[in-house]
């Protein structure tokens, strides 16, 4: 079965500097991964996906098969990043997402 | 265009009480799923749609019942609430072209 680790409950980092959110995934096929992200009292939104490489808000993620996986980073922080992230996998031809336990990265002035 | 819509965003329920948690989309969506999230746990799976008339269980699928008459509506009914149903319940949905899951704002549910 797929699973996804976000070894990081909290992430507390100063304006300006780099954040790295951890993220590592078991499946045993093609994995479809995202990182989903809930600012404070909003609904939880799509921040970006690997197959897209994509740079959201700064944020970029890279796909690692060997080390299976998937970080969120961004060379430097702004306060406005403060918000839950999800990291996520997509399974069951399109239908399933199982989430992570989520990172909430806080970042100080 | 509302995206996905979701009522009530606030309920009590006493144990045994059943209720039906709405959620409408107007993106013309095929794809709806449930989510239910707890503290430490991230979201789970609780049952999805992949277009009208056809429903299919997810990770925690007991306590709960969905159907899917319109490609519009996909609620979530508790049939007999339990405290371990207290939880803040996520509809969301995509078409079928785009992976990316387009979610409400959320149903928080508390059962007594």
């Known amino acids: 079965a797929q699973r996804v680790t976000q070894p990081e409950k909290l992430l507390s980092v100063f304006k300006g500097a780099p954040v790295e959110l951890k993220c590592n995934y078991s499946y045993s096929g093609s994995p479809e991964l995202f990182w989903y992200v809930q600012y404070s009292r909003q609904r939880l939104q799509l921040l970006l996906r690997h197959i897209s490489r994509e740079s959201i808000k700064g944020f970029t993620a890279d796909l690692n098969k060997g080390e299976t996986s998937f970080h969120l980073k961004k060379p430097f922080a702004q306060e406005e990043d403060s918000a839950m992230y999800y990291c996520?996998?997509?399974?069951?031809?399109?239908?399933?997402?199982?989430f992570g336990t989520g990172t909430q990265l806080k970042v100080e002035l | 265009n509302a995206g996905v819509t979701q009522t009530p965003k606030f309920q009590v329920l006493k144990t045994g009480q059943s209720m039906t948690l709405q959620c409408a989309q107007d993106?013309?969506?095929?794809?709806m799923s449930w989510y239910r999230q707890d503290p430490g746990m991230g979201l789970r799976l609780i049952h999805y749609s992949v277009g009208a008339g056809i429903t299919d269980q997810g990770e925690v699928p007991n306590g709960y019942n969905v159907s899917r008459s319109t490609t519009e509506d996909f609620p979530l009914r508790l049939l007999s609430a339990a405290p371990s149903q207290t939880s803040v319940y996520f509809c969301?949905?995509?078409?079928?072209?785009?992976?990316?899951?387009?979610f409400g704002s959320g149903t928080r549910l508390t059962v007594v």
């Open positions: 993106m013309n969506h095929e794809y």
């Open positions: 969301a949905s995509r078409d079928h072209g785009n992976y990316g899951y387009t």
């Open positions: 996520v996998i997509l399974t069951g031809g399109g239908n399933k997402l199982t």
